[in-house]
């Protein structure tokens, strides 16, 4: 009974020390993270300008604090459940928990965190670890956007609209940043031994789900009904423009061997078919107008010589709209990322979404204590829970009180 | 996804993308000035991956001119895949998609089927110099292809065929408009008797098979 009582104790003893250092472990990582200095010009997260002391950035300066692998979803929430002080200053999310905390952070095996719902727009993360889900709430009616140098779905799953509920909210954006010190220099070694395992290369991993589902679009592509000349504004297309709106992009093909494409922003639409074209990103001009003439219709024709049935020659120009309510980008836009301040002109700018193979790791906090023999699995580690030292102490003491009250008892 | 932590060990699954669906990839892909495998394209799929459907994806502003061609990561990744990260083996669907500046390689294996349907591709100077969209769609293979209503624009080769006849289950309404050269048959093997529609293209065809059935060319410069 007293060996009972005693080994209880001991246990109770070591729960309060493992519960001490895991909570230190987590305040430690915060406290590294809100002590990083900003290490250059800060800029704010909103528009992108430099902030300085006569055009301060309030809240969404020195938004570099973040770029830190502890930054991790379970990080996230810790700080929101426990409504950290040094962090008012920066705005966060508000990822809604439905399902239990993350158990990692203290080195229980239980219940991985269930279920976030990203319902705002994020931070400059330098990594996002996906251990569970993380949904993008499909019908918001705001605009959302993710920032990160790294996701990492880790067993988890990234969903952003699926087949049944695609994403249906005006626009989600997630950013591949990088960032100025790491991301902007050559990086020609992809693990970098100073940084992460992932080195300095940005990028989705998947080791679970990846699912992007934006909104349905019933007309991708039209193609046109009438010869435009060069200088036309308005295209005349074969079918309604359902789901294009004014400010989307659309692409215009070229019909001249070896021309360019045009890129055009949806002025408007007449009649549900004619596309009145607004700005351009390819003109010279950036006016609305075509650069180059477009073939609008078809020939026939037909030639018994060479066996030749009546055959319609179609080499029609299309319009196809662009823009798409979700979006994942390698960086900031095609020239310029105001975090990172590199373009892609410099080593490592855009982002890669790679699959892994499935793999395997220890957890932390776990020991072998030896191996065993299973029938469905031919090796299996058997292990414990919680730190190896602490435990082995543990019944070592435990091992002592009893060698140490048998002898007691024996002198008695 | 619980239930992969056993034993004191985490068990990750393989990767996958249960779908790309009317999204959009901007600026994807990576170090286009740099040989493999430092050089990534957007997408690095596992040679294992069982599906891939994209429907109604865009790609502009392409920083590596692949779609997902990459060669073998030997080491340097946990977990990254020893092999070829070839999309042989995978069942891949793309429909209504656009791709600009990226070309796109189609080879299934024996039993692996791909379906390319209703896609625009576009070459020319979207991307950043050096990217490979000199042949901008490549089907190959031994497996079922299956190619209807997709258009080539504008790249130095359009539709680059080095799949057998026996490889084509449906082949309808597939053009190569603007591009040096439209349909290349660049092997021996290659099926020759598809109907190949090219309109403008420098060069219509250019084979290296013995003969060529059913094309129908406009205003290219020679066949």
Redesign the interface.
């Given at each position: 009974m007293n060996d009972l009582s005693l080994f209880l104790s001991l246990s109770l003893i070591f729960l309060i020390t493992l519960l001490t250092y895991s909570t230190f472990h987590v305040s430690q990582q915060l406290a590294l993270n809100s002590s990083v200095p900003c290490n250059h010009e800060p800029l704010d997260m909103n528009s992108g300008r430099m902030c300085s002391a006569e055009l301060p950035c309030g809240d969404n300066g020195c938004a570099d604090v973040i770029i830190w692998d502890g930054w991790t979803v379970h990080i996230m929430l810790r700080r929101i459940n426990e409504k950290m002080a040094e962090f008012e200053a920066v705005h966060f999310v508000s990822l809604f928990l439905t399902g239990l905390l993350y158990p990692n952070i203290f080195y229980f095996?239980v219940?991985?965190l269930?279920q976030v719902t990203l319902d705002v727009t994020t931070p400059f993360m330098n990594s996002l670890t996906i251990?569970?889900?993380l949904i993008v709430q499909y019908d918001a009616v705001e605009e959302l956007a993710l920032h990160a140098n790294l996701i990492n779905?880790?067993?988890?799953?990234l969903i952003?609209?699926?087949?049944t509920h695609?994403f249906i909210g005006p626009q989600f954006q997630l950013f591949l940043h990088g960032d100025m010190y790491f991301h902007g220099k050559e990086?020609?070694?992809?693990?970098n031994e100073f940084i992460t395992?992932f080195?300095c290369?940005k990028?989705i991993?998947?080791?679970?789900?990846?699912?992007?589902?934006?909104?349905?679009?019933e007309a991708?592509?039209r193609t046109l009904i009438r010869d435009a000349a060069a200088g036309d504004s308005v295209l005349y297309l074969d079918g309604d423009l359902t789901g294009w709106n004014i400010g989307d992009e659309v692409?215009v093909?070229?019909?001249?061997?070896?021309?360019?494409?045009e890129y055009f922003i949806v002025g408007g639409i007449l009649n549900g078919s004619i596309l009145q074209l607004g700005s351009s990103s390819t003109s010279r001009t950036g006016l609305g107008v075509l650069a180059t003439p477009k073939i609008g219709t078809t020939?026939e024709v037909e030639d018994q010589a060479s066996n030749?049935d009546r055959?319609v020659?179609?080499?029609r120009a299309?319009v196809?709209l662009?823009?798409?309510?979700?979006?994942?980008?390698?960086?900031y836009?095609?020239t310029y990322d105001y975090i990172s301040g590199v373009g892609?002109?410099l080593?490592?700018?855009?982002?890669?979404?790679?699959?892994?193979?499935?793999?395997?790791?220890?957890?932390d906090g776990?020991?072998?204590l030896f191996h065993v023999f299973i029938s469905d699995v031919w090796l299996?580690?058997?292990?414990?829970?919680f730190f190896c030292p602490t435990l082995l102490l543990l019944l070592f003491s435990t091992y002592l009180c009893h060698v140490s009250s048998v002898d007691i008892g024996m002198t008695q | 996804?619980?239930g992969?932590?056993l034993?004191?060990?985490?068990?990750?699954?393989?990767?996958?993308?249960?779908?790309?669906?009317?999204?959009?990839?901007?600026?994807?892909?990576?170090?286009w000035f740099?040989e493999p495998?430092?050089r990534?394209?957007?997408?690095?799929?596992?040679e294992?991956?069982p599906t891939l459907t994209m429907v109604?994806v865009?790609l502009?502003?392409p920083?590596?001119g692949e779609l997902w061609t990459c060669t073998m990561?030997s080491d340097?990744?946990?977990?990254?895949?020893?092999k070829d990260c070839s999309t042989s083996a995978t069942d891949i669907t793309v429909n209504?998609s656009?791709f600009?500046g990226t070309s796109a390689l189609f080879e299934p294996n024996v039993g692996v089927t791909t379906v390319v349907s209703?896609n625009?591709f576009?070459g020319?100077?979207?991307c950043?110099s050096a990217c490979p969209t000199t042949k901008m769609v490549t089907f190959a293979g031994q497996g079922n292809l299956t190619v209807v209503h997709n258009?080539v624009?504008?790249g130095y080769g359009g539709f680059r065929i080095l799949a057998p006849c026996s490889t084509f289950k449906a082949w309808e309404d597939n053009?190569a408009?603007?591009n040096?050269v439209g349909f290349n048959l660049e092997v021996e093997g290659s099926c020759g008797s598809l109907f190949l529609e090219g309109?403008?293209?420098?060069a219509g065809i250019t084979a290296n098979t013995q003969e060529v059935m059913q094309t129908?060319g406009?205003?290219s410069k020679c066949i």
């Open positions: 095996d219940v991985w269930e251990r569970g889900t779905i880790k067993g988890g799953r952003i609209g699926n087949a695609p990086c020609t070694v992809p693990v395992e080195g290369w990028q991993v998947v080791n679970g789900e990846l699912s992007v589902y934006g909104k349905p679009i991708v592509t692409i093909s070229s019909t001249e061997s070896g021309g360019q494409p020939v030749l055959t020659l179609d080499g299309t196809s662009l823009s798409r309510n979700v979006e994942i980008r390698g960086g836009d095609s892609p002109d080593s490592n700018y855009g982002g890669t979404i790679r699959l892994w193979d499935a793999w395997q790791e220890d957890k776990w020991c072998v299996r580690r058997l292990r414990v829970a | 996804m619980s992969y932590a034993y004191g060990v985490n068990y990750y699954p393989a990767g996958e993308i249960t779908g790309l669906s009317y999204m959009r990839f901007r600026a994807m892909g990576k170090q740099l495998p430092f990534e394209p957007p997408l690095v799929l596992l294992s991956t109604g865009v502009t502003e920083l590596t990561i340097g990744y946990k977990g990254a895949s020893s209504r656009i600009v209703n625009l576009f020319g100077e979207e950043s258009k624009y504008g053009v408009a603007g040096a309109y403008r293209n420098s129908l406009r205003s």
